[in-house]
């Protein structure tokens, strides 16, 4: 980990009139991690998501992507950055409207004049790096299952090369199976193109199987620890959620199965 | 012909390509980020309208590669190797050649074609309209017999007719309908005393005004404006709101409890909308009435008490009520036309939209349809 973190992240603070949802929170998300944010309902997730995302700009703080701080940033600027990133929603939020390719395709032909041609190759190269059958590209968001259309989301967001991944929930809604499927893919992912993926998740499943390590939003300020460090935490919100009997669970099934 | 494109655009990285078609080579140099990729595809789109022999990419000067620029290198090259062409890749080849070996095993081998305009596309095309009209008259069917039995049972015990319900469509479609309707009623009397006037003028029949202005705005204007008008504020109302609850799975969870989605969401915004049109037309009339009598005293400097005694030789017992038997019937038009469509919505909000429009489309249609049979059995039977 030589390289410089990709985001650094200083003394954030966001406040809603009167209620403060982050107080000075500090982390850095190092390149070609991936990056776990938990928390319970109401402890900013969102938030946070959002300001690193640059669709909201914190009271106060900074937030540094590859160097630049965002925070200040005009319009312009900002939109530089955000073709770097890579987005998916917890609904998939495709345009129900689009077919498969079109959804892939549309931030493609927003961002650069290409011919038809490389353009459906593109499209195609997304579809296969998801792992979708290529003869989903005709079909419209309304006739995919939840797993596809997480995986058509996941090919949209990957449409531009983006340096850093976000995925909000992106297993929440899928069976195991399916979960589990789209864990390996996130995982593989990072493997061969050395994405840096930063999610948030309420999965135990996926955060023990994929998180290299784990921001905890507890209290208005973050805990930030590898996986191992944060079950071991003391903190009685993260003693409850690690080792309810859900917890347990997840993490006893990935110590026994990480012999890989 | 050895122009070579560069990439100039924002945020420029200084990659270039440039294809030598004498030389058969192709020379890439710099990174090539995602961003560059349409300098690299117009240059592989000219190396592939040219189709040389033998290929020799010349990748010594390139930096590293965007996964998209290197899958659409990747790709020409297969495409030209099978066709039969010699490539050669001189210098590092991009790290993701490997990493595509994998890709092309999975997932099939082509994009599904554009469908294309011949003859049997466009009998499926056809056959596939057939069979949603032929479910769509079913689906009316199903839906008329459905309500028509929920209808019975209400009937047996009027406790469970949603009186609740029923009064607040009311006053949604009702009551708050009310400004409209009597504004544009009044303007509509207003334009047809005043054409009325000009007309009758040259023959000294000006007194007729009231006539026409009575029997138009009483049997036909009135009605007629106002069911128009609420196709398009209901109709619309209707099926938009139960297309979301159709989307939602509300309609499904109201079955899950027991209950029946006709009983509890069609049938109180169709009893609703049928007492609610007639009372609106009222309302219409006796704006158009008024509208008609302030014109005529402005036009034809008729007061206010001859108005009313030209009136009542104008119009006969039957006029009032030859307009307004009509509105229930309308009225019942538009709520059945606007729940069944929001009802038909499934999948997506793209449907919702389209049928929303249908809606009111066809709610208007009908009610005009229906006027017109109304104009003929009434002139039949001397009403």
């Not at chain 2, 007719?161 to 409209?180: D, Y």
């Not at chain 2, 005393?193 to 009758?200: D, E, F, K, N, V």
């Not at chain 2, 000006?206 to 029997?215: G, K, M, N, Q, Y």
């Amino acid at each position: 980990m030589a390289a410089p973190p990709l985001i650094v992240v200083r003394d954030v603070v966001n406040s809603f009139g009167p209620q403060v949802v982050h107080d000075g929170v500090s982390f850095d998300v190092n390149a070609g991690e991936i990056f776990g944010i938990v928390g319970g309902s109401g402890s900013g997730k969102s938030v946070l998501l959002k300001t690193l995302l640059g669709l909201r700009r914190p009271d106060s703080g900074t937030v540094e992507v590859e160097g630049r701080d965002i925070t200040g940033m005009d319009d312009s600027e900002l939109r530089a950055v955000k073709r770097r990133y890579g987005v998916t929603f917890q609904h998939g939020a495709l345009f129900s409207s689009l077919t498969v390719a079109d959804n892939i395709a549309l931030p493609i032909v927003e961002a650069m004049d290409l011919d038809e041609a490389a353009l459906s190759r593109l499209v195609e190269l997304r579809l296969r790096m998801v792992g979708l059958p290529l003869d989903s590209a005709a079909k419209f968001p309304a006739q995919l299952s939840g797993g596809m259309v997480k995986r058509v989301a996941l090919a949209r967001a990957l449409a531009l090369d983006p340096a850093i991944l976000f995925l909000d929930e992106p297993t929440a809604g899928l069976d195991p199976i399916a979960a589990s499927a789209f864990d390996e893919l996130v995982l593989y992912l990072r493997g061969t193109l050395g994405l840096t993926i930063v999610m948030v998740t309420h999965d135990l499943d996926t955060l023990a199987r994929t998180c290299d390590r784990v921001a905890v939003l507890v209290d208005r300020k973050v805990i930030l620890d590898t996986l191992e460090g944060i079950v071991a935490n003391e903190h009685p919100w993260i003693r409850h959620y690690f080792h309810g009997a859900r917890g347990r669970a997840a993490i006893a099934l990935q110590e026994g199965g990480d012999g890989t | 012909m050895t122009e070579s494109a560069r990439d100039t655009g924002p945020g420029a990285t200084g990659f270039a390509a440039q294809f030598d078609p004498g030389a058969g080579r192709l020379t890439l140099a710099g990174h090539c980020p995602m961003a560059s990729a349409p300098v690299l595809a117009r240059e592989l789109a000219r190396v592939r309208t040219a189709a040389p022999a033998a290929l020799q990419v010349d990748l010594s000067a390139a930096g590293g590669f965007d996964i998209g620029p290197a899958w659409l290198l990747h790709g020409a090259v297969a495409d030209l190797r099978a066709a039969g062409s010699r490539v050669d890749l001189h210098g590092p080849e991009p790290r993701h050649f490997a990493y595509f070996g994998e890709l092309q095993a999975q997932g099939g081998d082509a994009l599904p074609a554009e469908p294309g305009g011949t003859f049997a596309t466009w009998l499926a095309d056809l056959g596939r309209r057939l069979a949603t009209h032929v479910r769509n008259s079913y689906e009316a069917l199903v839906f008329g017999g459905r309500l028509l039995a929920s209808a019975g049972t209400v009937w047996r015990s009027v406790k469970r007719l949603r009186i609740p319900s029923v009064v607040r469509h009311m006053h949604e479609t009702g009551v708050q309908a009310i400004p409209i309707v009597a504004v544009i009623a009044f303007l509509i009397s207003v334009i047809s005393a005043y054409i009325g006037a000009q007309q009758l003028r040259p023959y000294g029949a000006e007194i007729f005004t009231v006539d026409l202005v009575a029997l138009g705005v009483l049997r036909e204007l009135g009605v007629l404006l106002t069911a128009i008008m609420v196709a398009g504020r209901t109709g619309s109302a209707y099926a938009a709101e139960l297309g979301v609850m159709k989307l939602n799975d509300e309609v499904d969870a109201l079955e899950s409890m027991g209950l029946n989605p006709y009983e509890v969401l069609v049938l109180p915004r169709v009893v609703a909308l049928v007492l609610v049109l007639p009372l609106l037309t009222v309302v219409a009339d006796a704006m158009g009435l008024a509208g008609g009598a302030l014109l005529t005293s402005y036009l034809i400097d008729l007061p206010w008490p001859q108005f009313v005694m030209r009136l009542d030789s104008a119009v006969a017992d039957t006029t009032f009520w030859a307009g307004l038997v009509k509105a229930p019937v309308f009225g019942l038009l538009i709520a059945l036309t606007g729940t069944l469509r929001g009802l038909q919505v499934r999948e997506s909000s793209r449907e919702l939209g389209r049928l929303t429009t249908v809606a009111v489309v066809q709610s208007i249609f009908l009610v005009i349809f229906a006027d017109a049979l109304f104009a003929i059995f009434f002139l039949e039977i001397d009403f």
